[in-house]
């Protein structure tokens, strides 16, 4: 969900309880549209975070520390220049847009007090941040210029008038009543459906929209109501699963009843959160692109290749028919003339029945016997190599399965390359020579069960043969997806409790391709029923004696993680 004018509400109220009466204590900008204010206000130091991203524009209280480049960008000199050592005079959102005005007070080169205001556009790629002295609402700077070329109607340049965005022609909905609505809907042929809240009101975002007609479809007047009241709750609302952020939201989601909800107090905190997630979870998935394309395009190859080997197999089956003619022709060669391009023998394996077998003319009979026998030699070897290409195939796709499972339910960055490093190794990706700095690979997850047992995880195959293979002793307990890729579970200790027991399960479904599903099969048994065969792929192992149990891979986001 993108940041809407009504959340940024909640952001400007709580912004006015925080910073107005502050005093800028410096300003920093860590990235080329993101601006840190430091204020401070009441004998606290507040961390003001503003960005104009085309993709992820936000304004919020953070707590985040960033490193800062070595040459400050022009932009912060100038806010270093007008801000810094003013004062927070007031706080304003424009109507309900994404537009945020804040007006400081300072003393100019010459002297003289002078108003300063700061303006916020929280509009996706048109985001911006300009910087407008009052006295002649001229621009001191922006985050971002915007010649003529780009925009002839709006122009921000320093030296130049600020000019305010389009003003929208939807509905304040907190300066409206029922009749400005139902006029609007009229004028603008609006449809009655999830939508009309967003189409006729602005700072109203789709996934509010869709709310607001579940809620109010059938009694529009209590629409307005809620925005009333939505001034006084201290509630936010963000939706995850599977510890990825889905939405967040200024009131309760009905229609997000399949997510997990998390209610904030602070806005501010919330969007933190929120941002932060999306932004790692994109970098990872970054990072990680080239090592998905790789492993993709091989399970590719591996799929295309059972395929065409399951084909074999089932043209192999009709071997027998080629031996069995061979044999009928050889029992009745004598009977057999040249020029012939068919003849129906009688089948001595079963009398009431012939068979006609086609001949080619151009060969003699012993050929033609020949060629039926070479067929039925020719599909025999097929079938044979098949059977072993199919089983050789079949592991190897189980084992690719299981390193992209893997890739996808990476945290860090040394994960990812822990599994570069496996490929290397593997031969899906040529090494390169080259001078290599000297690493400490990643640890195994630590959780603890909520009866204080150990459990321990593998994020990768190389993880996984080192707890099963070295680190479990043989009576420690060992979990698997059945029959789907994921990680080894070890929990340590013998006698283990059925509540304990569950949890190591939820945590193997949990770190598996069957993470988002419900009932998921996960096998387990003591750790020296596990062995690795010779020649294997890293993660690669066979068991016996288990026991399956069935669970939902959503609570493993509830125990505890040590390490």
Known sequence: MALDGIFLRGIVKELKNTIINGKVDKVNQPEENEIIIFIRNNSKNIKLLISSS???????????????????????MVLRKYLKGGKVLGIEQIGSDR??????????????????????????????????????????????????????????????????????????????????LSLFIKDKNVIFDS???????????????????????????????????????????LYKKLGKFKDFSPTFLSYMDSYEEVIYSSPSKLISDFYFNKDKNDRLNSKSSNLQKIVNTNIERCEKKIRILKDNLEKAKDKDTYKLKGELLTANIYSLKAGLDKIKLQNYYNENEEIEIKLNIQKSPSHNIQDYYKKYNKLKSTEKMSHIQLDLSEEELQY?????????????????DEIKKELIETGYIKYRAGKKAKETPAKPMHYKSSEGIDIYVGKNNIQNDYLTLKFADKTDTWLH???????????????????????????????SKGRTSSKVPVDYTFV???????????????????????????????LERVG
Not at 198 to 223: A, Q, W
Request: charged share 20%; hydrophobic share 35%; with cysteine.
């Open 54 to 76: 085309p993709v992820y524009p936000k304004i919020h209280i953070t707590d985040i520390n960033k490193e800062n480049p070595i040459k400050a960008p022009m932009f912060c």
């Open 99 to 180: 537009i945020i005005k804040f007006t400081f007070s300072n003393t100019d080169e010459l002297g003289f007090n002078s108003i300063y205001n700061l303006y916020v556009e929280i509009m996706g790629r048109h985001s911006n941040i300009t910087l407008v002295r009052e006295r002649d609402n001229l621009i001191m700077d922006s985050i971002k210029h915007v010649t003529p070329d780009i925009n002839r109607v709006r122009t921000l340049l320093p030296k130049l008038s600020f000019v305010f965005p389009p003003k929208s022609d939807k509905l304040d909905p907190y300066n409206s009543n029922y009749d400005e």
């Open 195 to 237: 939508f009309i809240f967003s189409n006729c009101f602005t700072g109203v975002s789709t996934p509010l929209s869709k709310e607001l007609y579940i809620r109010y479809k059938d009694n529009i007047n209590g629409v307005f109501q809620f925005f009333k009241d939505l001034d006084s709750m201290d509630s936010f609302y």
């Open 400 to 416: 690719l399965n299981s390193v992209f499972t893997n890739i996808i339910n990476c945290d860090t960055y040394k994960e990812i």
């Open 481 to 511: 997806t059945k029959d789907i890729p994921g990680s080894h579970v070890i929990i340590k200790g013998r006698d283990i409790s059925q509540v304990t027991l569950n949890e190591a399960a939820i945590l193997a479904a949990f770190y």
């Open 528 to 558: 020296k029923n596990v062995k690795k065969p010779n020649g294997a792929k890293p993660g690669m192992v066979i068991y016996t004696t288990n026991n399956t149990i069935y669970v939902t891979p959503t609570a493993a986001i509830n």
